[in-house]
């Protein structure tokens, strides 16, 4: 059931000229702790801002009951949900007014703790709470945020796709850089709704955008993902010579590097499989077999994709 914000019609103009305000400063910043998360690594991440706590008395109230959230965030990552909830239990103690970025904030992680815990049926009032919240103080990058997980939390394609437009449409008008950034991430999700209901030719425009907003960010990393699923879709519409061309690169750039990575093995296997080379594809499909094997998560939930990769690469 969709729930609204029950506040907002409740809520003053300068109550909302307030949060602005508050949002605005506060996200200025927030940047000191947001800049160093490493999602890959909770713990790392949890201790750094523990140090940022040690160090913020004489910080805003909102500054720290931002950090806190993130804070529970890395509790929840860890599937630490005790204790993401009990140190959210202690920010909403302290949470004053009607909104605030703060309470966003607040509302985004709870309502991750939740989903992440299997409880998606809590998550979604509270992610779409955080959305009515973020547009009416115009913290644009939480409202986005809340979009996103809203999409990603929904349960049919129809609802999936509303909620990536919205967050689309925010970034796209949205004059704060942060919030620009999303760009990539929405795209790239709702390519991949297009591109699992068979809808190429609309996943590939969605890819290619992906692409561009990543170049503009410049990261090399976001922008070697955003090649790869541009390649892997020109190999669903048939554009396989192009789709080799980029994975070839990716791989070049991978070997320079003196790294690996196996979804682009696979990939060049498929490639070349469709393409009727099979001595290439069966030294590909080995490589990323003896790659993705040793990733515990690709290990457990795709057992049957390991397998193919096994079987294909001893052709």
Known sequence: MRIKLATCLAILVAATIQGQTMAESSADMAMDFDAVWD??????????????RNHATDSTASYRLQLATQIARTYGLEGDFKSAHGTLDEVEGQLRGAASVERVRFLLERGR?????????????????AYDMGRLIRADYHAIDAAHMMAIAA???????????????IAEASTQTRARHWL?????????DHHGDGEFDAALELFQKALVARQQEAEAG?????????????RSVGRL????????????????????????????GELHLALGNTQDAARHFAE?????????WFAAHETERLQRLKDLSQQ
């Open 113 to 129: 703790a939740h989903r992440s815990n299997g409880e998606t049926d809590k998550a979604l009032p509270l992610f779409e709470q």
């Open 222 to 234: 976001p922008i070697a993902i955003a090649h790869w699923c541009v390649a892997r879709c020109m």
């Open 184 to 192: 990539g991430s929405i795209y790239n999700n709702l390519g991949w």
């Open 288 to 296: 990323a077999y003896r790659q993705l094997s040793q990733d515990s």
């Open 39 to 52: 999602y890959n690594d909770p713990a790392a991440t949890r201790t750094r801002f523990e140090q940022f």
């Open 241 to 268: 010579t192009e789709a080799l061309e980029i994975q070839q690169q990716l791989l070049a750039d991978h070997e320079a590097a003196g790294t690996g990575d196996g979804y682009v093995s696979e990939e060049l």
């Open 155 to 169: 349960d049919s394609t129809q609802t999936r796709r509303a909620w990536s437009r919205k967050g689309i449409d």
